[in-house]
């Protein structure tokens, strides 16, 4: 216990240049773990706007649908099979149509997607209620943003049309029935909804779907000629993609922060192994190994983790419970771009984040510390106890 104590007392016993380096040190033990678990919430964040609205357990894709190539929408459908119909039919799964369309708001043409649903289904967070035909209009439901750039309010008619499963256009006036809020771009951007069963009316296409949501945490998911199924692995992977590339990039700046503390920590321990040669002669003399004096002055740098991580609780626990309850609102526009973050963003804090920017923080200091005491295991007692460095 003799090394631990003394290289403490000599670290305490170094003034400002030890709290200097134990200052920056701990800026980098909060700026990695703000960094990373502002990351980590808005990955968490998106993810659940998405399955609650979108994805929910997972979805059957008809094997010609791919919704980032809208000229395939044409024949992207199909009567849904007995299995898949069969999960409908109990209320574990939900169908969607869905086809190219045009709208004519105030005479100005837009091309939209036109999508249908049941209005009682209840596998996905959509306000479809509002689709239930009480009159001869056909309700419709719309986003904010799709309202906003369409210049459409709830209770405005606008004509729609489309092309049916015979290639023959057809077009009905169709009401706003209601305007959702959604953080989801991708159920709200260039989209009308309207009842399912209506749609397959009007388009010839009875029975017949171009996706199927299936409810969360189902198990039996059977497999069926025609349609693939798409877990939420495969549906939420652009997003697992987006954050592993924020955190990269995110990373430059708190890796240039410890650089530079481990830097300052390299050069104090440089100056203190130049400064403290008769130090290490006498305490050759008295009976210490070099391996017992370079365990010194490696322990003392690493010592400067130790307090980091202490001074960085003390001002940091504080600011990131604060931050987590409070988030981080984001400016306006920011939820144009579909990635389902909501007005704000809040961090998601875990064990394993904490515990290994520690571990990392220790780890790394340790190493720039033991660099400059090769020099300790050349020495020789007589010249450091004249003062000379051999």
């Keep these: 216990m003799i090394i631990p104590r003394l290289a403490l007392k000599n670290l305490l016993g170094a003034g400002l240049r030890t709290w200097l380096n134990v200052v920056v ?26 399955i609650d609205i979108e994805f929910a357990g997972g979805q059957y894709w008809h094997e010609s649908y791919d919704p980032f190539d809208p000229l395939t929408l044409e024949d992207a459908h199909g009567v849904v099979p007995d299995p898949i119909q069969e999960k409908i039919d109990k209320g ?16 100005r043409l837009r091309t939209i997607l036109l999508k249908g649903i049941y209005p009682q289904q209840s596998i996905v967070n959509l306000p479809s ?3 239930v035909q009480e009159g001869e209009d056909i309700p419709a439901l719309i986003g904010a943003r799709m ?13 729609v049309r489309w092309r049916d499963a015979k290639g023959t256009f057809d077009a009905r006036d169709v ?34 779907s171009s996706l199927v949501v299936v409810a969360k945490n189902t198990e039996d998911i059977p497999t069926v000629s025609g349609w693939d199924f798409k ?6 992977a652009d997003i697992e993609y987006l954050v592993r590339t924020k955190t990269t990039g995110g990373s430059i700046m708190y890796i240039f922060l410890l650089l530079l503390a481990m830097l300052a920590i390299f050069n104090t321990q440089v100056l203190s192994i130049f400064r403290r040669r008769k130090e290490m002669g006498t305490m050759m003399a008295l009976g210490f190994t070099r391996s017992k004096i370079i365990q010194l002055f490696t322990l003392e740098g690493a010592m400067h983790s130790v307090l980091a991580a202490i001074v960085a609780a003390i001002y940091g626990i504080p600011f990131l419970v604060w931050f987590s309850k409070t988030g981080w609102a984001l400016p306006e526009g920011t939820d144009d771009f579909g ?3 909501g007005e704000k963003l809040f961090p998601v804090y875990s064990v394993g984040l904490v515990v290994g920017t520690i571990v990392l923080v220790l780890l790394v200091t340790t190493i720039v510390s033991f660099l400059p005491t090769r020099k300790i295991a050349k020495l020789k007692p007589t010249d450091a106890l004249r003062g000379k460095m051999s």
Excluded: C, H
């Design 25 to 50: 040190l701990s800026l980098s033990f909060v700026l990695i773990i703000f960094l990373q678990s502002l990351y980590k919430g808005m990955g968490d964040q998106a993810k659940e706007a998405k």
């Design 92 to 107: 574990e799964a939900t169908p969607i149509l869905v086809t190219q369309a045009t709208i004519y708001p105030e005479g």
């Design 129 to 131: 209620k509002f689709l």
């Design 147 to 159: 309202a906003k750039s369409a210049g459409l309010k709830m209770g405005d008619m606008v004509t």
């Design 175 to 208: 009401q706003i029935a209601r305007v959702m809020k959604t953080s989801v771009g991708t159920v709200d951007q260039g989209q009308i909804w309207i009842p399912l069963e209506k749609m397959r009316g009007l388009m010839s296409m009875e029975n017949e």
């Design 231 to 236: 877990s939420l692995e495969f549906l939420l």
């Design 339 to 341: 990635f389902g973050l």
